[in-house]
């Protein structure tokens, strides 16, 4: 399943811009989005995120890839909900979001 917004975000490299790849991440339902040409801020959200992600989600205890799903998903609630963040005035992002929202 795939959500109906769900994006696929990369950078330039020559396997996402491969006419076979851009086809395949059509067919799964993603539509993609790439960082412009030598500018690393259009990805640094993501590449921020999984930083975090992969320094603090146990990943390799996953046996399979439901397994995996699983700890992601709850991984991206726990990072949204309830993880502070010091660049969002030590607010979640769901936090900031209604702040911004409120404003």
Known sequence: YVHPEAIF??????????????????ELGFQQSMSRKA?????ASMESFFGH???????????????????VDEYITFYNSH???WTL???TPDEFR?????A
């Open 39 to 43: 500018n690393c801020w259009d990805n």
């Open 53 to 71: 992600l992969k320094d603090e989600l146990d990943y390799k205890q996953c046996t399979n890839l439901e397994e995996l799903r699983i700890c």
């Open 89 to 91: 005035n030590k607010m």
């Open 83 to 85: 993880r502070y963040q």
């Open 9 to 26: 975000h990369s950078d330039q490299g020559m396997h996402y811009t491969n006419p076979n790849i851009q086809k395949q991440i059509a």
């Open 98 to 102: 209604s702040h911004l929202v409120a």
